[in-house]
């Protein structure tokens, strides 16, 4: 537990000039060599304060937004070191997953191949790509192997970089407590979670309709959606019914060969004679029945739509409710499947599909659209529309939905009490602002489906499973082998497993490895446990777990903060963290999100290079959470003048000598000043303790400007022993200085690290950021409300010299000072501040400076 409290006398060593230049490059080796930030393992549970930090992706570059958020993570780590507790403030890279992949092939020119052999010699045909999309065809194709050791080469490169800007930033992070989501240890801990998930039956895998990104070739789980807008038509296309011809509206007429129904809602009279009977596509004569369902819309297009397997998760869900048969035409790629269904039997039919076959879905859509008009089953021309469209959010490509042999990890989309239970969990939490919960609660309450984990990529935490092959060499898959502890972590693609050789692999009788990965989001859920050594160091989890914080942004509540709650309770049966802090987004000068994908970020080293780490954290500290900001160099500028005008007034406030004999503050203004400041050390610490930084910033800097701009103003003469002052009264204005400089350097420590290091090193011993957070009976205040009524007459003083077209030092030969009777023990401190000859004094409950007259020939 931390106790030191500055000693305010001590002799101080003041620069003769103080700059905020070069203070990162001084003091972060500084601190790294003096293990400041080093967790102290030996700490009791009820001493710690747990940071579960979010792992940056190391994909390229961190942009400004990363800055922004991991600021309001530090300074809260920062407060409650210096409150005594021991942190535990790790730092994890999201190594694995589709962002990785996309910059190792766009970096080195290359493309994974599976089917290639691993070339020991290999060297990529380039190294430095713009990281920009470049067309598959030119890039070469290479093994697996050869693949990941590139991906890992280059996620190492960037994770160094990405250090050392954090490092420039002033994180308070221990990077001996850095993880990697790749990293072995990271498989081991992602593999045990989910061999445990499927021990209790948590896990499985079936062949389900999936939303399938063509351009990846990789499914999609429903958090990594978004909807875009997308130019698209209308098709009043007929079907051929009991009583003539049934018109439907469709924006997807290439998806005709995949129809196993028409379906309209049970209340649309239109069609209620109709259910139970039969209609039959056209172009290619399928039968198919007329059914009713709550879903379908009566004032959309003509009320009664195809069902398609499939076009998108309406038709997944009349499919699975109506007991509907399989009828796929898309492929992985996103083209015409070869095959036609088995319900297209005539020869006509067949012809037109193979015309289909190999298409993309766009070609496909014209040639059906032509060939609907020339039959006369489509009427009219198509009516453009714009509509939303499923994306993966990092694809190019719209959607589609394949039926595929995938992984999944139950969430509540299937399970009501579960569900129910996770709303729970999140109730538990308290979040920063509160109003960001309801965000977590309408997603548990809006899921529709488990939560998909398996992916069709390459770097990635491998699914730790084989399946038997029978004689006929089809594997089983509801009976999948799993590894044994000891075995993990496997990659079942290269390590067999026991009872076989790598001689059975692929054979009859044999095995053959699961070659899907694992999510992302199933590896980086585990931060808890990976950070926490769940796995690798038990009685260090026993002590971390529950975490005290988790920071995130408010658009991973979703995915990252969701699934963390969902294995939480699945593993532990309990809420992973006390509090989450959600950080807004920063916007752009037209008031956009920034992001990578938009273009318009910015790059974080560019202005740590301009205006310094301290200015940088500070704009990032001013913004609340939970609220959006704009990038603002305007205020990083004033955050640079702060930490300045920090430097500045320690070397005003150190450079006095103290009286000897005088111990303690007397003089009433020096009191008052200090009650003040006693005031928003009270108000500080609860913001903080609110989680409220932006509100303790405010309050320390609000005091700051006033404490330089009129109270170092106000007592200058007296400290510099200028004047009819004793040296009492000299004496007490030293040490309120020093009191009221120990106390800022400590307030401000958490938001301008670099500059109140500095300071600290002036006077003190040690480490700022290692020392007590001040409390208010450190310093002896008496009347806040008598530096109110000094700061007022300094005002008019100058005012009266300003209106007057006078210098500050201007010599007033008279004024009256009019306001309560306790300004009158500030008279000598006024007269010096003002430079007044003859000071007189009225008694009212305003303040108010008049009767000035200035000596004459002065300007």
Request: aromatic share 10%; charged share 25%; hydrophobic share 40%.
């Amino acid at each position: 537990m931390n106790n030191y409290i500055p000693e305010p006398l001590r002799p101080a060593s003041v620069p003769e000039k103080a700059s905020v230049e070069g203070l990162e490059a001084k003091w972060a080796p500084a601190w790294e060599v003096n293990k400041v930030y080093e967790f102290d393992s030996q700490a009791l549970k009820g001493d710690i304060f747990s940071i579960d930090t979010p792992p940056p992706t190391a994909s390229g570059s961190l942009h400004v937004g990363h800055v922004f958020s991991y600021t309001h993570t530090d300074v809260v780590a920062r407060y409650k070191r210096m409150n005594g507790k021991a942190v535990y403030y790790p730092m994890g890279w999201d190594d694995n997953g589709l962002p990785t992949e996309r910059r190792v092939q766009n970096y080195y020119g290359v493309r994974c191949d599976p089917k290639l052999p691993f070339d020991k010699d290999f060297q990529p045909p380039q190294t430095g790509g713009d990281n920009k999309s470049s067309r598959v065809q030119d890039q070469l194709p290479i093994s697996r192997q050869n693949f990941i050791a590139l991906c890992e080469q280059l996620t190492e490169e960037d994770e160094k970089t990405f250090e050392n800007l954090w490092r420039n930033l002033g994180l308070s992070v221990d990077w001996t407590q850095s993880y990697r989501t790749i990293s072995k240890e990271s498989q081991l801990v992602s593999q045990r979670a989910f061999l445990n998930n499927l021990a209790r039956n948590e896990a499985y895998s079936q062949m389900a309709p999936t939303l399938w990104d063509v351009s990846f070739r990789t499914a999609v789980a429903q958090a990594e959606l978004e909807d875009r807008e997308m130019p698209g038509a209308y098709h009043r296309i007929g079907f051929d019914g009991p009583d003539g011809k049934i018109f439907i509206e469709t924006t997807r007429p290439e998806l005709i060969p995949a129809c196993v129904a028409l379906v309209a809602h049970p209340d649309d009279q239109r069609y209620a004679h109709l259910f139970g009977k039969t209609a039959t596509t056209p172009l290619f004569g399928v039968e198919v029945p007329i059914l009713a369902h709550r879903l379908a819309q009566i004032d959309k297009g003509s009320g009664i739509a195809m069902i398609c397997t499939f076009g998108d998760v309406t038709d997944v869900i009349w499919w699975r409710e109506l007991k509907l048969p399989n009828r796929p035409i898309i492929g992985f790629d996103g083209r015409i499947l070869a095959e036609a269904p088995e319900a297209i039997s005539s020869n006509k039919g067949a012809d037109l599909y193979a015309e289909l076959a190999g298409k993309t879905v766009f070609s496909a859509k014209e040639i059906l659209v032509k060939s609907l008009q020339a039959s006369g089953d489509m009427v009219g021309e198509a009516k453009p529309i714009t509509h939303p469209v499923k994306f993966f959010e990092k694809g190019e490509k719209p959607l589609e939905i394949v039926s595929t042999r995938q992984w999944y990890i139950k969430n509540g989309g299937n399970d009501k009490k579960l569900g129910e239970r996770l709303v729970s969990l999140g109730k538990e939490v308290a979040f920063h602002p509160d109003f960001m919960r309801v965000r977590l609660e309408d997603w548990i309450n809006g899921l529709n489906g488990d939560w998909l984990i398996s992916r069709q990529r390459f770097f990635g935490v491998p699914l730790p499973l084989w399946y038997p092959l029978d004689a006929a060499g089809n594997p089983d898959y509801e009976n999948p082998i799993v590894p044994n502890e000891a075995q993990l972590p496997v990659d079942p693609s290269s390590d067999t497993p026991d009872g076989y050789d790598e001689s059975m692999r692929g054979q009859a009788t044999g095995f053959i490895g699961e070659l899907d990965i694992m999510d992302t989001w199933a590896t980086s859920s585990l931060t808890p446990q990976l950070a926490g050594g769940w796995l690798s160091d038990p009685a260090k989890f026993e002590k971390v777990f529950p975490y005290d914080l988790r920071p995130q942004g408010q658009d991973i509540i979703r995915t990252w903060l969701f699934s963390t709650l969902v294995r939480s309770e699945l593993e532990h049966g309990q809420a992973p963290w006390k509090h989450a802090a959600i950080s807004g987004w920063i916007l752009d000068p037209d008031r956009k999100k920034m992001s990578k994908s938009k273009g318009n970020v910015v790059v974080p080293n560019e202005i740590l290079e301009t205006h310094g780490s301290d200015a940088v954290r500070y704009w990032a500290a001013s913004a609340r959470l939970g609220t959006d900001a704009a990038f603002d160099e305007g205020q990083m500028k004033i955050g640079r003048r702060l930490a300045i005008k920090l430097l500045n007034a320690a070397r005003f406030a150190l450079s006095f000598e103290l009286p000897a004999g005088v111990t303690a503050v007397t003089e009433a203004i020096d009191k008052s000043m200090l009650a003040s400041l006693q005031e928003v050390i009270v108000g500080s610490t609860q913001a903080f303790e609110s989680y409220d930084h932006t509100k303790a910033l405010e309050k320390a800097e609000s005091f700051f400007w006033t404490f330089t701009d009129d109270y170092l103003e106000l007592v200058k003469e007296r400290a510099y022993g200028q004047g009819d002052f004793t040296e009492q009264e000299k004496g007490s204005a030293v040490i309120a200085l020093r009191q009221a400089l120990g106390v800022l350097v400590r307030l401000f420590a958490p938001f301008i690290p670099f500059a109140a290091e500095e300071v600290w090193s002036w006077w003190q011993d040690g480490t700022v950021h290692k020392s007590s957070w001040p409390t208010p009976d450190e310093i002896s205040g008496e009347d806040s409300g008598l530096m109110i009524l000094a700061s007022t007459a300094l005002v008019q003083i100058r005012k009266s010299k300003s209106d007057n077209k006078l210098s500050m030092k201007a010599e007033i030969a008279t004024a009256l000072v009019s306001g309560p009777v306790a300004m009158r023990s500030m008279a000598k401190d006024l007269a010096a501040v003002g430079h007044i000859a003859e000071l007189r004094f009225a008694d009212a409950k305003e303040v108010t400076v008049t009767e000035l007259s200035f000596l004459p020939n002065q300007d």
